[in-house]
């Protein structure tokens, strides 16, 4: 475990993460959507769960 020195800093750290995650499935030709970012603070410790749909239907 290491000290947070920046919460904002590793907060963009792990949606940029996401995005490229989204961006790569894209490029799979899969129809991605994200239902929801949920951001959760506990203390001085930050956790972060994407959640999303893989829509494997054609639109």
């Known amino acids: ?3 947070i ?3 904002k800093k590793l ?5 940029n993460i ?3 995650k989204i961006k790569k499935e894209k490029e ?3 129809n991605t959507s994200i239902k929801f ?3 959760n ?4 410790k930050t956790f972060v769960t994407f959640k ?7 639109t």
């Open 11 to 15: 907060q963009h750290a792990y949606i």
């Open 37 to 39: 970012i949920q951001i």
């Open 52 to 58: 999303w749909f893989n829509n494997y239907f054609k």
């Open 18 to 20: 996401f995005l490229i």
């Open 41 to 44: 603070f506990y203390g001085s």
């Open 28 to 30: 799979r030709k899969l």
């Open 1 to 3: 475990m290491f000290p």
């Open 5 to 7: 020195v920046n919460i």
